[in-house]
């Protein structure tokens, strides 16, 4: 069967299931119904070799009831049979309301309503089994490349009992991967909607360039402070710190936010640090579980302020906050940050005596009131010298406040963005992406 | 636990016309997520994973398809899917195998349990929840209470054409309680968690509120309390947060399939060499360290690995020296290194791969008070609050919810935002006590591989006595 057979399968599949489901309803009764659903090949690659292929179909459906005041979720895999999946959700439709009348009253219950419709599907060219080899391992003859090739069909799907109807698929692949000189390597990424061996080709050519550079002596650096260039993909990382709960206005709320300080403007950033949600980027569905629609583009950081923190509408209900189509979890999707003044063709001019970063390795807050992060070096991280590169560093622990990386010690962001899309795969093949440019920052904190 | 015929014979039949190995997993899976915070219903979510995991051999190399469709059609087109793309990259393999890892087994598990998790109502787990939440609102500053439990029942039966059928069945739940207090800008926040293998026995209202009381008292000394000072003392870490300096800096490094390079990409490589196994001073000779799949109630307890390769403890290192690495039959065979049986995968939908299962500090001689006793000037450092180590696992940072100064012997005042730093060979050759009861805590979110997975661990540690640490405190 091919993707696009898959994706119109199911689309008639969850269109008939919807149908049936929501007929058996009963007056006082709300629901909505989510499909999230795949057809992935996943090809691991270690040496330039296959360690493993796994090829994954996955339906899931996840159902939630209102009814009196209470709210309860339940969710299941599914076949693909229609006979055997209208069962099934009618036997978790018995299971929903079994559980409604044991549960208390859920006063931040909210209201389902009707947020619209949409449609949008994508229909790509991604690689078959029987291509994955010769596309993915010939070019890189002779590299110790390590990797993960991911292609296939997402589906995302909203209905509820008001008459919303959403529905977003997309046939797309990624290889995320890294090659080796020893013990150090050159992360790279080649992603789209169509596979091209020309793209890969130059794709792989750009991070083999790189290795020689990791072949230079390895500068063994002691903790301090350093001036630091993070490139894109290093400040996405840092970036990214913002989706554990610094943008929550629920963890805000909790007093668990580590962007309390900047909520309540005791703290700002950079006047150069402007985030925003940016849906145009098409790299996910703008509506959320509940199918409501996020606004185009919402900005969250504007000229190193607060410009708005995600607000779920269970959290907009209990604290009285407008909503703004945030997820139940409140975290950011379709990171834009914008770009900056710092020409790619200057950064190591401008860096002068450093440290160039490519990649940042296992963040977490360390001192969250203080919004501290630490985390890791990682990949083709060199020491330069005088606008150039001297070597490799072995891995340096760094551990510093956003408050100073993003705000008195940001020096510069670049002019050019990268877009780095989600290669998340627990569970699921994840939706989404961030852009960012690359970022120059005075005294870094290195701590080991 | 109820659950649809399916006919796997006839589709390992239907497999083996065109390979000469074939197996099959079934998977079916209940998570119920119930949580309540502030004395209202927060969450109530539950989910059904069922599936099956399709592993054929072809020409010397494993290959997988996965499917929910488990009627016989479904697992017949999985299979083909299966034989098709394995085919297709078996001539890339990273190596050859061969059926001998997978060995022909039989025989089940069952969890222990008092009482059956079906047993225990959705009004007795809410009641239970919301009497927790209660019991922490002993103060307008203690903001936000929370209380959770995710309960989990599993089975998974594993059949192969050589003859495997294995029968698995988990009765699982971790329930957790969080008390943040907060005043003006500071906040400080204080949990507690009970993570194993257990049944509806886990639901003791009487002790779910001594413990809530608790961390709502303490979340309070927290927001009053001075930061943990800095400098180089001795750490005094509890059993909650050896949990996870045994899992980062002992159990990933072990991994052998790290070592072999295939988490390069993603989790990451490791210092150890396969030439370290059998020489390397890891630690201390108090440092005794096991694989142990066979402890009662504790969260990562199995008799067979997703491989059908029978599990049983073994010693990973034994008085500081490095004595096994922590590989399945495939990284066994790659690396010609003793392992163990820990080919595990999350769901049906993700193969295997080497996992952790339960990693366990073994009990030394001291007491508690004794540890604390030997104490100059020092930190006593509970409960991880935030975790960050090296891709080759040795450059590690960790931070604890609540800290203890120790002076002359004695425990002192209660520290805020307590960390301190290491690397990992040198902090396990500083280990200079081992306490004599230990205890087990786990975590149902271990995540590696490409496709990634979360794994369930568990962790059992006395306290230990590390001399000579760099300890130090948040900036608020």
């Given at each position: ?13 969850f ?10 309803l ?10 999230e ?8 690659f270690?040496?330039n ?9 996955q ?21 693909g ?10 036997a ?5 309301r079994a559980e ?13 309503h009707d947020n ?5 599907a ?11 080899v010769?596309?993915?391992?010939g070019?890189a003859?002779g ?28 046939e ?12 150090q ?17 130059v ?20 903790p301090?402070?350093?001036?630091s ?15 554990w709960?610094?943008l ?24 150069q640090?402007?985030?925003?949600q940016?849906?145009s ?17 919402l900005p ?25 189509g ?12 914008a ?5 790619p ?8 005596t ?6 940042l ?21 060199f ?12 891995d340096l622990?760094w551990?510093?406040?956003l ?7 940001l ?23 961030s852009?960012?440019p ?11 | ?19 000469p ?16 915070r ?17 592993e ?29 793309s ?6 890339h ?8 890892q ?5 025989g ?27 019991a ?16 989990i029942?599993?089975?998974v039966?594993?059949?192969?054409s ?7 069945q ?26 194993g ?35 180089t ?8 947060q050896?949990m ?5 800096s002992?159990?990933h ?14 989790a ?17 000779e ?25 599990a049983?403890k ?5 008085a500081?020296?490095?004595?096994r690495g ?5 990284s066994?065979?790659?690396?010609g ?9 999350s ?24 540890l ?14 935030s975790w960050?180590?090296?891709?080759y ?7 604890c919810e ?8 004695r425990?002192?005042?209660v520290?805020?935002?307590p ?11 500083r280990l ?17 591989g490409e496709?990634?997975q ?22 608020s």
């Open positions: 069967m091919s993707s696009h057979s898959f994706s119109e399968r199911l689309r008639t599949h269109d008939a299931l919807c149908s049936d489901l929501l007929a058996q009963r007056d006082g009764e709300e629901a909505t119904v989510n499909l659903a795949e057809e992935t090949l996943f090809v691991r270690n040496r070799r296959v360690r493993q292929n796994t090829d994954v179909e339906i899931g459906i996840s159902l939630r009831l209102q009814s009196q005041g209470r709210t309860v979720d339940q969710a299941r895999t599914l076949s049979r229609l006979d055997s999946d209208h069962a099934a959700l009618h978790l439709l018995a299971r929903c409604l009348a044991m549960l208390p009253d859920d006063p931040n219950q909210v209201a389902m619209g419709s949409s449609d949008e994508f229909i790509g060219k991604v690689l078959a089994a029987e291509e994955v010769a596309a993915v391992v070019p003859e590299c110790d490349l390590a990797g993960l090739y991911a292609g296939g069909v997402v589906i995302r799907a909203n209905r509820n009992s008001k008459g919303q109807n959403h529905w977003f698929s997309t797309n692949f990624f290889l995320d991967y890294s090659i080796y000189n020893g013990p390597a050159v992360k790279g990424n080649y992603a789209g909607s169509h596979w091209d061996d020309a793209q890969w080709a794709n792989l050519e750009r991070s083999k360039a790189l290795l020689p550079l990791l072949a230079r002596p390895t500068q063994a650096l002691k301090g402070a350093y001036r260039y993070l490139a894109p993909t290093a400040f996405a990382d840092l970036i990214g710190m913002l989706g709960g610094a929550s206005a629920a963890a805000w709320k909790q007093g668990r936010s580590p962007f309390k300080k900047l909520a309540e403007k005791e703290e700002r950033l950079s006047s640090l402007c985030i925003a940016n849906f980027m098409g790299l996910s569905p703008r509506f959320n579980s509940q199918g409501e629609v996020s606004a185009l583009r969250l950081i504007q000229d190193g302020e607060l410009a708005n923190l995600l607000v779920s509408a269970r959290s907009a209900k209990e604290y009285g906050l407008l909503a703004n945030a997820t139940e979890g409140e975290s950011p999707r379709a990171v834009d940050v770009t900056g003044t710092l020409a063709a200057d950064v190591l001019k401008e860096l002068g450093g440290l160039y970063l490519s990649n390795h296992y963040l977490n807050w360390s001192d969250p009131v203080c919004a501290r992060v630490t985390g890791m070096t990682r990949y083709a991280c020491w330069v010298q005088g606008g150039e590169i001297v070597g490799p560093i072995n622990r551990d510093e406040s408050y100073s990386a993003l705000g008195s010690k020096i510069a962001l670049s002019t050019c963005a990268q877009i780095q899309p989600a290669v998340d795969t627990y569970f699921q093949r994840a939706l989404g992406g852009r960012t690359g970022a120059l920052i005075d005294a870094f904190t290195f701590t080991l | 636990m109820s659950r649809q015929r399916i006919d796997f014979e006839a589709a390992l039949q239907h497999a083996t016309r065109s390979v190995w074939a197996g099959v997993r079934h998977s079916w899976e209940t998570t119920a997520h119930r949580a309540v502030n004395d209202r219903p927060e969450t109530n979510a539950s989910s059904l994973e069922e599936g099956a995991m399709c054929v051999l072809v020409d010397g190399h494993f290959g997988y398809a996965a499917t929910a469709d488990l009627s016989a059609s479904g697992l017949r087109r999985a299979f083909e899917r299966a034989i098709a394995t085919r297709a990259t078996s001539a393999k990273v190596h050859a195998f061969d059926d001998t997978r060995p022909q087994a039989s089940k598990f069952v969890s222990p349990r008092q009482r059956d998790l079906d047993q225990t109502g959705l009004d007795e787990i809410t009641d239970c929840l919301l009497a927790a939440s209660k922490m609102q002993i103060s307008p500053r203690v903001v936000n209470r929370s209380a959770r439990a995710m309960i029942q599993t089975r039966d594993y059949f192969s050589n003859g495997s059928e294995t029968q698995q988990f009765q699982m739940a971790d329930v957790a309680l969080a008390a943040t207090a907060a005043h003006g800008l500071q906040s400080q926040t204080r949990t507690w968690s009970r993570t293998q257990f049944g509806g026995e886990v639901f003791d209202r009487t002790h779910l509120g001594e413990q809530a009381g608790r961390v709502a008292r303490e979340s309070l000394d927290l927001l009053d309390a001075e930061n943990c000072p800095s400098g003392m001795d750490l005094l870490l509890m059993p909650d050896m996870l300096q045994i899992h980062e002992i159990g490094p072990l991994e052998l399939d790290r070592i072999l390079g295939d988490e390069r990409n993603y990451g490589w490791s210092f150890v060499q396969p030439a370290d196994f059998g020489s390397l001073r890891y630690g201390s108090l440092m005794n360290v096991s694989f142990d799949p066979t402890r009662e109630g504790q969260f990562a307890s199995y008799a067979f690995d997703d491989a059908g390769y029978r049983d073994q010693m990973l290192i034994e500081g020296v490095l004595k922590l590989g399945a039959l495939e066994q065979r790659r690396s290194l003793a392992g163990v049986a820990n080919f595990r995968s769901s049906w939908n993700r193969a295997p791969i080497d996992r952790m299962a339960n990693i366990n500090l073994e009990p030394g001689a001291d007491s508690l008070d004794a604390i006793g030997r104490v100059g000037r020092g930190v006593l450092m509970t409960t991880n609050r960050s180590i090296d891709d696992r040795n450059k590690f940072q960790f931070g609540h800290g203890r100064l120790i002076q002359d012997g425990l002192g005042r520290v805020r935002n960390n301190y730093r290491g690397v990992t060979v040198d902090f396990w050759n200079v006590g081992v306490g004599s009861d230990d205890s087990a805590h786990g975590t149902a979110f271990c995540g590696k496709p990634s979360v794994i369930r661990v568990g962790h059992a540690s006395p306290p230990c006595l590390f001399r000579g640490v760099e300890v130090f405190g948040g900036q």
